[in-house]
């Protein structure tokens, strides 16, 4: 069994729609929860970090954790088609290595 | 601007062949990383390093070395090229300090192994 579980999808919303996108882990000793974004033909990139267990809001993006069910779900607002790209949840118990989910890829259709 | 940068955008090796890929970062970072990207499997550490001449295993680390010379230079090295390494190869650095959990990505090598 994977540390780390998400939804591969393909997901397909249309533009204005709220994103759900979900992870769960095994490992309790993980305490920073991080999503990346990547777009096509690119490395991923840092969208959001979280500390524990609780939510975060940056503008149209809200990270969410719940330590006791090991469960992390990032929700985006008025989604864009810009905002189509895979998502990959990513978590870490030492800051030095990280263990990542398979990634998301999210459409969102104008 | 952090600016990580891989020798390579698309490689296409034989099989048995040696293959290198180089990872530059000019950030002063003391951490790098090496990953594969696969379908369904997301991203997998083969190796990292945390300092010059330091490296430590990964989750996948078989088939693969490294060679961290410079600080800002981490080698990917596949000794003899084999057709499961094909994949899309990803390296990323860190700061060294705790919490730095926020880890820098180039835009990866896409390796054919044929």
């Known amino acids: 069994q994977k540390e780390v579980e998400q939804d591969p999808g393909p997901l397909s919303v249309p533009e204005g729609a709220i994103v759900s996108l979900n992870c769960t882990y095994s490992n309790s000793a993980f305490q920073y929860f991080m999503w990346y974004r990547q777009y096509s033909r690119k490395g991923p990139e840092l969208l959001m970090y979280t500390y524990s267990s609780g939510n975060k809001e940056d503008g149209r993006f809200t990270a969410q954790v719940d330590k006791s069910s090991k469960y992390i779900s990032l929700f985006i607002r008025d989604s864009q088609p810009s905002d189509s790209a895979t998502y990959l949840c990513?978590?870490?118990?030492?800051?030095?290595?990280?263990?990542f989910g398979s990634g998301t890829q999210l459409t969102v259709l104008p | 601007d952090v600016k990580v940068t891989q020798s390579s955008r698309y490689l296409v090796k034989r099989t048995g062949e040696k293959v290198f890929l180089e990872c530059v970062q000019d950030?002063?970072?003391?951490?790098m990383f090496w990953y594969r990207q696969d379908p369904g499997l997301g991203l997998r550490l083969i190796y990292f390093s945390y300092d010059v001449k330091m490296k430590e295993k990964g989750d996948i680390p078989e088939g693969y070395s490294v060679s961290r010379e410079k600080k800002e230079r981490f080698s990917l090295i596949l000794e003899s090229a084999s057709t499961n390494q094909t994949s899309m190869y990803l390296c990323?650095?860190?700061?060294?300090?705790?919490?730095?959990?926020?880890?820098?990505f180039g835009p990866g090598t896409r390796l054919t192994v044929t």
């Open positions: 990513a978590m870490t118990r030492s800051a030095r290595q990280l263990t």
């Open positions: 990323a650095s860190s700061f060294l300090a705790w919490g730095s959990y926020e880890q820098y």
């Open positions: 950030m002063d970072h003391e951490n």
